[in-house]
C-alpha cells in the first residue's frame, strides 16, 4: 500500500513539474525576439597620412547576458532558456571629423567580433563590413555594418563572458589627425 501511494505521489510530482514545464515554454513561445545594445565602445583610428590598410587593437568587454537580458528587456531569462541570440549590428559614429579627416578618408571598414569561449574552441570571428563611397554625403554619417546571421549560443557562457572587438581599415587617402569614432554592438534574441 505503502508502495502505492508513493508511486502516485511520485507520477504526481512529475505530473505537476511536466505541467510547469509546458506552462513555461508556452510563455516563452509567446515572447517575440528583442534587441539589446551592448555599452558604447571608443576606437580611435590613428593619424595615418599614407594609404594603409591595419587593424587596431583588440578590446574585451565583459559581458553577463542573463544580467543584461533582465536588465535591458525586464525578463529574468537563463541563456539555456534563449534559443538564438545572433550578433545585429554594429553602429559606428565619428566623435571628431573635419572636411579633411572624415569617413571618406576610409575605402573599407570592418569590425570583428569574437568571445573568449569562442577563441578557446577556435571558432571564427563574425566580421561586419562597409565599402564607404568617395561621397560629400558620407563624410560624417553615422554608419550601420550589419553581421551575417550566426546564432550565438555556442560563443557564450551562462556566467561571464568576454567579447572581444577589433576593427579593420583600408584607407583611401592619408589623413592629417586622428579619427575618435563610437561603436555600439546589438544582439537580437529570440526565446
Not at 570571428?125 to 562597409?130: G, H, I, Q, S, T
Request: aromatic share 8%; with cysteine; glycine share 2%.
Amino acid at each position: 500500500m505503502k508502495k502505492l501511494f508513493f508511486s502516485l505521489a511520485c507520477i504526481a510530482t512529475m505530473s505537476v513539474f511536466q505541467s510547469c514545464e509546458k506552462v513555461k515554454e508556452s510563455v516563452l513561445n509567446k515572447i517575440d525576439p528583442f534587441t539589446i545594445s551592448l555599452s558604447e565602445n571608443e576606437f580611435e583610428i590613428p593619424k595615418v597620412e599614407e594609404v594603409a590598410s591595419f587593424t587596431t587593437p583588440t578590446l574585451e568587454e565583459p559581458v553577463h547576458i542573463n544580467e543584461l537580458v533582465k536588465e535591458h528587456a525586464g525578463l529574468n531569462l537563463k541563456v539555456q532558456e534563449i534559443n538564438y541570440i545572433r550578433l545585429l549590428d554594429a553602429k559606428l559614429k565619428l566623435e571628431k571629423q573635419s572636411e579633411t579627416t572624415n569617413w571618406t578618408n576610409l575605402e573599407h571598414i570592418s569590425i570583428e567580433v569574437n568571445t573568449d569561449r569562442g577563441i578557446r574552441e577556435g571558432k571564427s570571428w563574425l566580421r561586419a563590413e562597409k565599402t564607404i563611397p568617395d561621397e560629400e554625403n558620407e563624410k560624417f554619417s553615422e554608419k550601420t555594418l550589419t553581421f551575417p546571421e550566426t546564432n550565438l549560443l555556442n560563443y557564450l557562457h551562462e556566467e561571464e563572458t568576454v567579447i572581444l572587438y577589433r576593427f579593420s581599415v583600408k584607407m583611401r587617402r592619408g589623413m592629417t589627425e586622428e579619427l575618435p569614432l563610437k561603436s555600439k554592438i546589438r544582439l537580437q534574441f529570440k526565446p
